[in-house]
């Protein structure tokens, strides 16, 4: 690959920096270090937009600025720092957003994957060593989640890359580390979705569609889509969405049209946006007694989620989900494999694919719910 010229030196490339609250992306010159010690630096091949990433650069979310957003990033390991032992240059791996430490109370316990070393709930911007690799006109800037894909190099925590498959088409798999494993994830293994079942599913955008994929493949039997944007609707039957749902054209609120629809209300609810108003009508949406509501949309900083205590005793369940309750390095890699292996198939999921240069135009079309 043409990386020993780069070995020990500090890089200068392209990143997007967002250099203040709700400013438009800037791509700039940076100059990215070398990784220091347990840390991967990255040639970058290819990255996904997040509604997340969007939320970060409006400050919806906790972050310092300047930074370099993104975190849905599959690369080629550029160098390693000391004591790195699980990839080495020239491996094709996923950025994690989510890290796994293997050592924290979350990574030990059975069920746990929203590791201690995380840096989204808050985020400081550095890395563990509380520092930044990134430097733009002689002024810090901060990390994304530590992960900072939108640019051409970035390093991260060894805790925080997963090695996948050498065969593995950079052009696409990116969305595996976060919008496949969060959506596909939340269906197949945090609810683990029954035969039969009935589900509804707030929000049809990426995480959303990956919702009603994970839906569909474990055999449930109807699949309501609750979306603002219409013309979304299309493709989410083509993913297997039975009933749309647009609630600002119904005359009662959206959770009395499902109960409706279901007359007892269903099994599985899933919110993919954020909202507190859209959890609400999630865990309304449940039947009272057996239902799981999953919430998998981040919601802003400081946002409260307010549900009638009395009703809680009647038996619903829920259930915040981060990357599909996947341990991050040690199952996300075999997402890779099944897409390999045909048995999941990503490539709906991927709507516009542009170079680096035109990622305002990316953001343009996902702000006009053209993605």
């Known amino acids: 690959m043409g990386f ?20 438009t992306l800037a791509i700039e010159e940076v100059q990215v270090d070398p990784p220091k010690a347990r840390e991967v630096r990255i040639k970058m091949i290819s990255t996904g937009i997040c509604g997340t990433d969007d939320h970060a650069v409006k400050g919806l979310l906790s972050v310092n600025f300047p930074f370099i957003p993104g975190h849905e990033g599959a690369g080629i390991v550029e160098s390693i720092g000391e004591g790195v032992s699980s990839v080495k240059p020239g491996d094709k791996v996923l950025t994690l957003a989510i890290p796994q430490c293997r050592e924290c109370s979350s990574c030990l316990h059975p069920k746990g994957n929203f590791c201690e070393k995380q840096d ?23 990390h994304s989640f530590r992960a900072s894909t939108f640019t051409e190099y970035t ?27 969060t959506g596909y994830g939340a269906a197949v293994n945090s609810a683990k979705v029954t035969r039969g079942s009935t589900c ?18 474990s055999g449930a039997s109807r699949i309501i889509g609750v979306d603002i944007n219409e013309e979304k609707f299309p493709r989410a039957r083509a993913l297997g969405v039975t009933d749309c749902l ?35 009508a999630a865990w309304d949406s449940c039947h009272r007694s057996y239902g799981v509501c999953l919430m998998v949309g981040v919601a ?17 369940t829920l259930k915040g989900v981060c990357l599909g309750d996947y341990k991050t390095r040690d199952c996300i890699p075999q997402l890779v494999t099944d897409y390999l292996q045909n ?8 709507t516009h694919q542009l170079p680096f240069d035109q990622l305002h135009k990316a953001f343009e079309l996902y702000h006009a719910g053209k993605t």
């Open 4 to 23: 020993s010229l780069t070995l020990g030196v500090t890089i200068t490339c392209r990143a997007a920096i967002a250099w203040k609250t709700g400013s």
């Open 120 to 142: 989204v709930l808050p985020s400081s911007g550095l890395m563990l060593d509380k520092t930044s690799r990134f430097t733009c006109k002689g002024k810090k800037i901060y």
């Open 155 to 181: 390093v991260v925590p060894e805790i925080a890359v997963a090695k996948i498959d050498a065969a593995a088409p950079m052009d696409k798999v990116s969305i595996i580390s976060c919008e496949v494993s």
């Open 200 to 217: 509804v599913v707030f929000g049809l955008g990426g995480v959303g569609s990956a919702i009603v994929m994970g839906c569909k493949a």
């Open 246 to 280: 647009n609630p600002r054209n119904l005359k009662k609120p959206v959770q009395q049209v499902v109960m409706e629809m279901t007359r007892v209300g269903v099994d599985f609810a899933f919110e993919a946006i954020g909202l507190s108003d859209t959890m609400i």
């Open 300 to 316: 802003s900083s400081n946002s409260q989620l307010s549900l009638n205590a009395p009703d809680i005793i009647s038996g619903r």
């Open 343 to 350: 048995k999941i198939n990503i490539d709906p999921l991927i």
